[in-house]
């Protein structure tokens, strides 16, 4: 998306954080940002959920606040 103008942004558990890495890096952007949050995930109720969500928010608005190439 990013590439067509649209910023993004990649939330991932910190269990992926690896797996994340190494995929951003064969897409050919090794540095690309993403946001890690705690895992798990799918075992929280919706409360837990919003909590770690309302948590992240000011990175994933950094993320697609940030000026192209940040």
């Given at each position: 998306?990013?590439?067509r103008g649209t910023p993004a942004a990649v939330i991932c558990t910190d269990a992926f954080a690896r797996?994340?890495?190494a995929t951003a890096e064969v897409a050919g952007l090794p540095d690309y940002p993403f946001?890690?949050?705690?895992?798990?995930?799918?075992?929280l109720d919706?409360?837990?959920l919003r909590t770690r969500a309302?948590?992240?928010l000011p990175e994933v608005?950094?993320?697609?606040?940030?000026?192209?190439?940040?």
């Open positions: 998306m990013e590439r797996m994340g890495r946001v890690l949050v705690p895992h798990p995930v799918g075992r919706a409360g837990q309302e948590e992240a608005v950094g993320l697609l606040t940030a000026p192209a190439g940040d």
